[in-house]
């Protein structure tokens, strides 16, 4: 029944996707409002069609409906209502689904835009046309509603590492990020087909972008919080090729936000933002491809077959083909602005996003390097975490060193030397207590000192900024940027000073680290919903007071009988304390792993900072269209 | 003139799609061992029998190597066919990882033993020697003593080995 | 370009990490579990991984050094096992990209600053 619903409602949407395409061309060509009033109409309908999809799938999951394969293949009974619910999107058509509902949700959105009606318009055919192109491929090449011949007693359940909390909200806001780029897209084809390429649109474009790229920061944060509490290393970026896939659209989001700035402000940067704009969908799909196509595999690749990777090659070729073929070919040709004036705010801007692309080329070359060289010499290398330590992060420290400077000069024309006295005020003793107070705590790795000290800078000097030209003025500026100095200074403190140990611990025994003694007071079995743990309890003390009391646990989930660890994190703000419990070694002993993180939670706090200070910033947009 | 500039993002991407495009049909999942055509490393082990030093100095007959466990259910499983290739004459190597010697000679008389030599590897070091990436693991090697052919995980046939034989 | 000679001496002056602890843990950050997806062996609990950490700690405790320690494993699992690729001819596309994309802005820059300057 409900694979008949399912079938219904997307071929329903495939239909109004089509005259959201077609109608506000044809209403162009025959400069008739009528036809653009059945496009605005279609957006509206079909998403409500692909949501009645959605809802269905979602339905047939919480309801544990087995006739169908996909849920078959991904659900359990005994499973909690979160992770059936979640399940939904936990799987390669399940998330397929999802990308095309926040594909139809943008133009959805569209229709209510009022300014620049033919520019609007424009972008709503255009997100229509990939409405199209995405339905037909979730038909045709990731159905999610297929039946089997009878109906199963029983389901294949999710993967136990895709069971959790934070794993259920991720997908949806990394989708959100990475397809919410797909309406920033659709404006710059508009705008170079209507060869509208104004301030205005970059007033029209910023929104989406803000908001796609709040999106995408927390979903990627929460992925690499999702990394570290639930894979147990203690680690929160691997330089995983699927990681790389997800920084990749940020890096060229980030940078957009920025030059469509200058745009909107001095109409300047028209080249480079409408390039930036296809770019950062570009990687969003080129993401998607990489993820989806088993080239890379890793937890991520839940289904891999490669008759789909060619589908969405041959997907990408057409879209972003197209959008670069149009670019070479419309581009207005003389922008009617003055030329850049260098020592400028727009300057500083400007040779940020040039470093941020570096850094994305950089990510990109060493993800694919591996797969062309096979292809080429057949000889085999990994590109790994070091390759990039050594190279895409050094390439982002100058990135640190010219946001403040850049907030302190003005737009236009700006004395250089007025900007670089007012960042030195804070630099100095910024840089001078932070180095001293680092270098006493633990003079190890110098870069980290000097990292650390300048992601402290960055703070500083934004709320100096703050001070004395008003917060409320530029708070999304301000904030944005305290955002990143906290990331910075969480990973900068977290990767130099954090210890570990691996301990094996009998009942009442303890252990010391960092100060704090650990003891194992108790280990327990017992059943949960879909699996059997073992628990350990481990008291934490510091000076005889006991701080906190680690639960971590391994748990044996049914019916995979796959093993997990279940780590336990106490934290408070400042430093985390991290255990892992491992095997049972005889004798009442058991492997224990412990990890000291100084600040490192200060890395999500200070993702979800920006992220706010991009909604703070769209807000303020939305009041003014 | 300046326009053409203006293609250099659509050239970079055709180009890049045409490697993946390239990369997807040709890549293979399966590649063979770094360790074929190398010979058989020597580490310390201690044979059960003679007091051999290792496979190496089985130097001068080609032979199997098999490296398994009495505790893996894969390894169990897949006794059968070492059963049968030892029918074919080939001396069989067996090489117990992580294992002791009760365990081992009680699943040797449980089953059958059709091994001409037995090696047990109580410290867990032959897995890295050997470069296996999966246990077990069955090597051929010729009478140089140069691995021929490396087969990760469970022999799901005889014939697999069957052109290496003799 | 001042500023990246900054970066460069700062990371050319690096102390270099005598201590034993923190060796090995770079060394098995530089290790890719075979078996794993993508991680290291610093970062796996994989049975495998834990072979080779072990190896390469009773290496190191032999007076090994890293580049023997290195191509012992290089030798057995192929290059792919170093998540790092060596400094070598081979590898030079991997690591001279990123010198000529730095080299490619600073020539956009050097561009966009000299109109800047003319404008004025």
Avoid at chain 1, 18 to 44: C, E, M, T, Y
Avoid at chain 1, 285 to 303: K, W, Y
Wanted: net charge neutral; aromatic share 12%.
């Amino acid at each position: 029944m409900l694979s008949e619903v399912g079938y219904f409602s997307l071929a329903m949407a495939l239909g109004f996707a089509v005259f959201q395409f077609i109608s506000p061309l044809w209403g162009g060509l025959r400069q008739d409002n009528r036809w653009h009033k059945l496009a605005i109409i279609s957006a509206r309908l079909q998403f409500f069609f692909v949501s009645a999809a959605f809802i269905t799938l979602i339905t047939a999951y919480v309801t544990c409906d087995f006739s169908l394969l996909n849920v078959f293949m991904n659900c359990h009974t005994h499973m909690p209502l979160l992770y059936r619910f979640a399940g939904a999107w936990g799987n390669h058509e399940g998330s397929m689904l999802l990308w095309v509902w926040i594909l139809s949700l943008m133009g959805f959105a569209m229709t209510f835009l009022k300014s620049n009606p033919s520019l609007v318009r424009g972008a709503i055919s255009i997100q229509g046309l990939m409405c199209v192109i995405f339905i037909a491929f979730l038909w045709w090449g990731a159905d999610p509603f297929l039946t089997l011949p009878f109906t199963p007693h029983e389901g294949q359940s999710l993967n136990p590492l895709l069971q959790d909390r934070g794993l259920a909200i991720h997908p949806p806001m990394l989708y959100l990020g990475y397809v919410g780029f797909s309406a920033v897209f659709s404006f710059a084809i508009a705008g170079l087909w209507l060869k509208k390429l104004d301030k205005d649109w970059a007033v029209a474009v910023r929104p989406w972008a803000l908001f796609s790229w709040a999106c995408l920061t927390l979903g990627i944060a929460l992925g690499s919080w999702w990394a570290y509490y639930e894979l147990g290393w203690g680690g929160w970026w691997f330089w995983d090729p699927v990681e790389n896939a997800s920084l990749m659209p940020w890096l060229a989001g980030t940078a957009l936000i920025h030059t469509l700035r200058v745009m909107e402000m001095k109409g300047q940067l028209r080249g480079w933002s409408v390039l930036l704009a296809l770019l950062t969908f570009a990687f969003s799909l080129l993401g998607t491809f990489l993820v989806r196509s088993g080239l890379i595999s890793s937890v991520h690749a839940f289904a891999t077959d490669p008759h789909r990777g060619i589908i969405i090659l041959a997907i990408i070729a057409f879209l972003v083909g197209g959008g670069f073929l149009l670019y070479a070919l419309r581009l207005p040709r003389n922008s009617n602005s003055t030329p850049l004036q260098f020592m400028s705010r727009e300057g500083a801007i400007t040779i940020n996003s040039l470093l941020l692309f570096a850094g994305l080329l950089t990510v990109t070359w060493g993800t694919l390097y591996p797969l062309m060289l096979e292809a080429i010499s057949s000889k085999t290398v990994s590109v790994g975490a070091p390759y990039f330590n050594a190279t895409v992060v050094p390439m982002l420290f100058p990135v640190l060193l010219l946001i403040p400077l850049g907030m302190e000069l003005t737009w236009g024309q700006s004395s250089f030397k007025r900007a670089l006295e007012k960042a030195l005020h804070t630099f100095t003793p910024t840089m001078a207590i932070g180095v001293i107070i680092l270098y006493f705590i633990d003079p190890q790795p110098v870069v980290s000192i000097i990292a650390a000290s300048l992601a402290l800078w960055l703070v500083v000097s934004s709320l100096y900024y703050g001070i004395r030209q008003g917060f409320m003025a530029q708070l999304p500026m301000i904030l944005g940027h305290i955002g990143l100095g906290v990331t910075i200074l969480g990973i900068a403190i977290s990767t130099a000073w954090q210890q570990e140990s691996n301990v094996t611990l009998t009942l009442g025994e303890t252990t010391e680290l960092q100060g704090y003694t650990f003891r194992l007071d108790d280990i327990t079995q017992g059943n949960g919903p879909n699996y059997l743990y073992e628990k350990a309890q481990i008291a934490v003390l510091k000076n005889d007071q006991q701080v906190t009391l680690l639960m971590p646990e391994k748990r044996l989930y049914l019916p995979q009988e796959s093993m997990q660890t279940e780590t336990a994190i106490y934290t408070n703000g400042l430093i985390n304390l991290y255990g892992v419990l491992g095997s049972h070694l005889g004798h009442k002993a058991w492997a224990i792993r412990l990890h000291y993180h100084p600040m490192v939670s200060w890395i999500w706090w200070g993702a979800a900072l920006m992220a706010l200070a991009a909604f703070l910033a769209l807000r303020r947009r939305m009041r003014t269209i | 003139m300046k326009r053409i500039w203006l293609f250099i993002p659509l050239a970079i991407l055709m180009a890049i799609l045409g490697l993946i495009f390239v990369v997807y049909h040709s890549l293979e999942y399966e590649r063979a061992s770094p360790m074929v055509g190398q010979e058989m490393p020597v580490w310390p082990l201690v044979g059960v029998e003679n007091g051999e030093q290792g496979p190496a100095d089985l130097k001068g007959q080609k032979y199997i190597l098999h490296i398994g466990s009495s505790w893996c259910e894969t390894c169990r499983n897949e006794h059968q066919y070492l059963e049968d290739l030892a029918q074919t004459g080939i001396p069989l190597v067996g090489l117990f990882y992580k294992d002791t010697p009760e365990d081992v000679f009680s699943f040797l008389e449980e089953r059958s033993d059709p091994y001409e030599i037995v090696f047990i590897d109580t410290e867990g070091k032959s897995m890295v020697y050997l470069g296996a990436l999966a246990l077990p693991s069955t090597y051929i090697v010729d009478e140089n003593g140069i691995i021929q052919e490396v087969i990760s995980g469970p022999l799901q046939s005889t014939h697999q080995v069957s052109r290496f034989l003799p | 370009m001042r500023v990246w000679l900054f970066i460069f001496i700062l990371f050319a002056a690096l102390p270099v990490q005598a201590d034993t602890t923190a060796r090995l843990k770079s060394l098995y950050s530089q290790i890719r579990c075979p078996v794993c997806d993508g991680q290291s062996v610093e970062d796996s609990e994989a049975t495998l991984a834990q072979d080779l950490r072990r190896m390469v700690y009773g290496m190191a405790e032999e007076g090994r050094s890293d580049n023997e320690i290195k191509s012992f494993l290089v030798q057995r699992y192929g290059e792919k096992i170093l998540l790092k690729p060596q400094f070598r001819w081979e590898n030079a596309p991997l690591w001279g990209f990123p010198i000529l994309v730095l080299l490619f802005i600073t020539g956009i820059l050097a561009r966009v600053r000299h109109r800047s300057r003319r404008s004025l």
